[in-house]
């Protein structure tokens, strides 16, 4: 069985955490993928203080296993959600969009592990100094807000710019994402779009139908003019959006166009106006399965890989 240095400090089985994925990832999922063996992740995103420790209870309610919490900073809840994760007792933090350094002395002093969403060398090396658990490395790949570099190109470098353990993510979805995110230098991965697929996923059925249906070319990245890409798939709202992007509409435009499109394609499955965010591994997600299934799966098709790497050294 593989096991890594990130199993050892934060107390699971395997090595994959669940993405923070706003408006989708809640408690439900977070408990079935921590029983799982993983590290199940519930998602603040956009909502309130009261919405997360509700989720984060219901994770609680359904296993004893660490559970984690992921705060997007550009919120207008960040200061609330910070305070709350440390109320309830988070195991873990995950964040994303943005800088997390002023909350970070608090939630440690808390006993709580941060861990940061990374997408360049500089942030790696900022949280590290801050004192950061770990760093989650996360390519272009990923689905929603996205860097410039890739995983391959992102990975290595941060695993050579800290000694803190390092989670790979972005279009990790299966054993072999798994095995070559340890081969360059990662101890664990992340993934969003593979538990878009999970039983206990609770989207509309047209955002799982179009996951289970998307090809290799199926997703774009918008926002980037606002400074914010986000990689979703290739709707209409997707081509609407690109289109006022580069068409003249200004910055409140966009930002209004983009209102409420995720909870749209989450909650109603609106095929029109939802954005639906996924990555580009999207096309290798084929079937419904239950969360911890897919953590166990993962596993067990990257530890044959793995064994079989001294083959090529002769």
């Known amino acids: 069985m593989i096991r890594s240095k990130i199993c050892e400090t934060l107390g699971i089985r395997y090595p994959v955490f669940q993405g923070g994925m706003a408006w989708i990832a809640d408690g439900r999922l977070a408990a079935a993928v921590s029983e799982g063996g993983g590290l199940g992740i519930v998602a603040s995103g956009n909502a309130p203080a009261e919405h997360v420790r509700e989720q984060i209870r219901i994770a609680r309610s359904l296993t004893d296993k660490p559970i984690g919490v992921n705060i997007m900073l550009m919120s207008p809840f960040a200061d609330e959600v910070a305070a709350c994760v440390?109320?309830?007792?988070?195991?873990?933090?995950?964040?994303?969009?943005?800088?997390?350094?002023?909350?970070?002395?608090?939630?440690?002093?808390?006993?709580?592990?941060?861990?940061?969403?990374?997408?360049?060398?500089?942030?790696?090396?900022?949280?590290?100094?801050?004192?950061?658990?770990?760093?989650?490395?996360?390519?272009?790949?990923?689905?929603?807000?996205?860097?410039?570099?890739?995983?391959?190109?992102?990975?290595?470098?941060?695993?050579?710019?800290?000694?803190?353990?390092?989670?790979?993510?972005?279009?990790?979805?299966?054993?072999?994402?798994?095995?070559?995110?340890?081969?360059?230098?990662?101890?664990?991965?992340?993934?969003?779009?593979?538990?878009?697929?999970?039983?206990?996923?609770?989207?509309?059925?047209?955002?799982?139908?179009?996951?289970?249906?998307?090809?290799?070319?199926?997703?774009?990245?918008?926002?980037?003019?606002?400074?914010?890409?986000?990689?979703?798939?290739?709707?209409?709202?997707?081509?609407?959006?690109?289109?006022?992007?580069?068409?003249?509409?200004?910055?409140?435009?966009?930002?209004?166009?983009?209102?409420?499109?995720?909870?749209?394609?989450v909650q109603e499955g609106d095929l029109k106006k939802g954005c639906f965010l996924a990555g580009q591994c999207a096309a290798m997600v084929k079937r419904v399965q239950p969360a911890a299934e897919i953590v166990r799966e993962v596993m067990e098709e990257a530890e044959p890989i793995l064994m079989r790497a001294s083959s090529w050294v002769k």
């Open 86 to 265: 440390t109320e309830e007792k988070a195991d873990v933090v995950t964040t994303g969009a943005g800088n997390p350094s002023k909350y970070m002395e608090k939630w440690k002093a808390s006993g709580i592990h941060v861990i940061p969403v990374v997408a360049s060398v500089a942030m790696a090396k900022w949280m590290t100094r801050l004192g950061a658990s770990a760093l989650i490395a996360e390519g272009g790949e990923s689905g929603g807000h996205v860097g410039e570099l890739t995983t391959m190109v992102l990975v290595p470098q941060i695993c050579d710019a800290t000694d803190l353990p390092v989670i790979a993510a972005g279009g990790i979805a299966d054993g072999r994402g798994v095995a070559a995110a340890f081969m360059l230098g990662a101890c664990g991965v992340q993934m969003g779009t593979r538990f878009l697929s999970a039983e206990e996923c609770t989207i509309h059925s047209n955002y799982r139908e179009k996951i289970l249906k998307a090809t290799d070319l199926c997703t774009m990245v918008t926002g980037k003019r606002l400074g914010h890409p986000v990689r979703s798939l290739r709707t209409q709202f997707a081509r609407e959006y690109a289109q006022a992007e580069y068409g003249g509409a200004s910055d409140e435009e966009l930002e209004e166009l983009g209102r409420g499109a995720l909870r749209l394609a």
